[in-house]
């Protein structure tokens, strides 16, 4: 029997006037809206081919999605949110409803052994085939909450066997509210049960991004690969875009695990997790277009207004540091026709490699590539 040691702080009273984004508040007339409800999502898994979509668009659309974190509707805490976030203080007002809706259905999160997330989809884009690319351009990322948890558990932390300290899993709860200067931030205490004192940047994006597979099975939601998956590039805020190579017809497009803050590397297992509201475009790039334009990606390519952000995964971090190197050579081969070894010596004196996650059984690593440095 796994158990939870819960940390926490009372909920500021800072934070209890911020607006909760139920389903449907706020959607204006006219805008095509993907709520959150169990209809509309996958516990634990992705989509795949087989899967039939929730709903369809044309490229070049914009969708605005309520997106559910797992946290808090968990069985190893409960799997009740009115509960767990309520021993924290949150009001009940302040408790997503699709939340509570989702704990208390009859849906089973997954087949044993399959992942945590909750995920919003899948999405068909029309016409998007095989060898194209879709692209995805996150246009706003809005909290739906003032509060998130940052857990460890499963043994998947940077520091197994070390932590969490005598417990199955650890759920720290972290709050928003503003700074001295007004700006919005997380907030966690030095100790349990203290006022929050520590306070970081929110940086909200979505973990998980992604296409579906081919084939009739559907991926565990952890591990990230050529679909996308969850990749966890903190990177993918507001203005940035995602290029993931169609592997069905029509893309067949999914979003989630919604994160208000991550560092590199996500060494505790899970970011601040948190519900977000977010509008996203989805556009295709023909195939002939995206290979003189990107080369043969392999895998997910980030493109932020400074950098391009290629990335590399596997299981071993060296190699997953290798396939990143790799695909950062092809790209700037194929945009800016680099010679390769030439490539590799600007990558080494000018490129930082960033290790995007280490805990998602499939490591990643992403480069950050300056546009401007090929600028004339």
């Given at each position: 029997?796994?158990?939870?040691?819960?940390?926490?702080?009372?909920?500021?009273?800072?934070?209890?006037?911020?607006?909760?984004?139920?389903?449907?508040?706020?959607?204006?007339?006219?805008?095509?809206?993907?709520?959150?409800?169990?209809?509309?999502?996958?516990?634990?898994?992705?989509?795949?081919?087989?899967?039939?979509?929730?709903?369809?668009?044309?490229?070049?659309?914009?969708?605005?999605?309520?997106?559910?974190?797992?946290?808090?509707?968990?069985?190893?805490?409960?799997?009740d949110p009115l509960a767990f976030?309520?021993?924290?203080?949150?009001?009940?007002?302040?408790?997503?409803?699709?939340?509570?809706?989702?704990?208390?259905?009859?849906?089973?999160?997954?087949?044993?052994?399959?992942?945590?997330?909750?995920?919003?989809?899948?999405?068909?884009?029309?016409?998007?085939?095989?060898?194209?690319?879709?692209?995805?351009?996150?246009?706003?990322?809005?909290?739906?909450?003032?509060?998130?948890?940052?857990?460890?558990?499963?043994?998947?932390?940077?520091?197994?066997?070390?932590?969490?300290?005598?417990?199955?899993?650890?759920?720290?709860?972290?709050?928003?509210?503003?700074?001295?200067?007004?700006?919005?931030?997380?907030?966690?205490?030095?100790?349990?049960?203290?006022?929050?004192?520590?306070?970081?940047?929110?940086?909200?994006?979505?973990?998980?991004?992604?296409?579906?597979?081919?084939?009739?099975?559907?991926?565990?939601?952890?591990?990230?690969?050529?679909?996308?998956?969850?990749?966890?590039?903190?990177?993918?805020?507001?203005?940035?875009?995602?290029?993931?190579?169609?592997?069905?017809?029509?893309?067949?497009?999914?979003?989630?695990?919604?994160?208000?803050?991550?560092?590199?590397?996500?060494?505790?297992?899970?970011?601040?997790?948190?519900?977000?509201?977010?509008?996203?475009?989805?556009?295709?790039?023909?195939?002939?277009?995206?290979?003189?334009?990107?080369?043969?990606?392999a895998g997910p390519l980030a493109?932020?207004?400074?950098?391009?952000?290629?990335?590399?995964?596997?299981?071993d971090l060296d190699t997953a540091?290798?396939?990143?190197?790799?695909?950062?050579?092809?790209?700037?081969?194929?945009?800016?026709?680099?010679?390769?070894?030439?490539?590799?010596?600007?990558?080494?004196?000018?490129?930082?490699?960033?290790?995007?996650?280490?805990?998602?059984?499939?490591?990643?690593?992403?480069?950050?590539?300056?546009?401007?440095?090929?600028?004339?």
């Amino acid at each position: 029997m796994t158990t939870s040691l819960i940390q926490s702080a009372p909920l500021p009273s800072g934070s209890t006037s911020q607006r909760i984004l139920q389903s449907w508040d706020g959607i204006a007339d006219g805008t095509t809206y993907l709520p959150a409800a169990k209809e509309n999502v996958l516990w634990g898994a992705l989509p795949c081919a087989g899967d039939r979509p929730v709903l369809s668009i044309d490229p070049g659309t914009s969708v605005t999605i309520d997106t559910l974190s797992h946290e808090g509707i968990l069985e190893d805490q409960g799997r009740d949110p009115l509960a767990f976030f309520g021993s924290h203080g949150v009001p009940e007002h302040q408790i997503l409803e699709d939340a509570i809706s989702l704990a208390a259905s009859d849906i089973k999160r997954r087949p044993a052994g399959l992942g945590p997330h909750v995920v919003s989809g899948p999405i068909a884009v029309k016409g998007a085939r095989k060898g194209d690319l879709l692209k995805i351009t996150v246009l706003e990322t809005t909290p739906r909450v003032p509060y998130g948890v940052i857990s460890s558990r499963h043994g998947r932390g940077a520091l197994d066997g070390e932590f969490p300290l005598g417990a199955g899993s650890y759920s720290a709860f972290a709050t928003v509210r503003p700074t001295g200067d007004g700006t919005m931030s997380g907030w966690l205490p030095l100790r349990p049960g203290a006022e929050p004192s520590v306070h970081f940047p929110l940086k909200p994006f979505l973990g998980i991004m992604g296409v579906a597979v081919d084939g009739t099975q559907r991926p565990h939601s952890v591990p990230p690969g050529a679909h996308g998956g969850n990749i966890d590039i903190n990177l993918l805020t507001a203005g940035s875009s995602l290029y993931l190579p169609v592997q069905v017809a029509d893309a067949l497009a999914y979003v989630g695990d919604p994160h208000f803050a991550q560092g590199d590397g996500e060494v505790s297992l899970t970011a601040m997790e948190a519900s977000l509201r977010v509008k996203l475009r989805f556009d295709v790039v023909p195939q002939d277009e995206a290979v003189l334009s990107f080369g043969e990606l392999a895998g997910p390519l980030a493109e932020t207004p400074e950098f391009l952000v290629p990335t590399g995964m596997d299981e071993d971090l060296d190699t997953a540091v290798q396939n990143c190197v790799r695909a950062a050579i092809g790209l700037l081969q194929a945009r800016y026709g680099m010679d390769p070894s030439l490539a590799y010596a600007y990558l080494s004196a000018a490129t930082d490699f960033n290790i995007s996650q280490v805990v998602d059984l499939v490591k990643g690593v992403h480069a950050r590539i300056r546009v401007e440095d090929f600028l004339r």
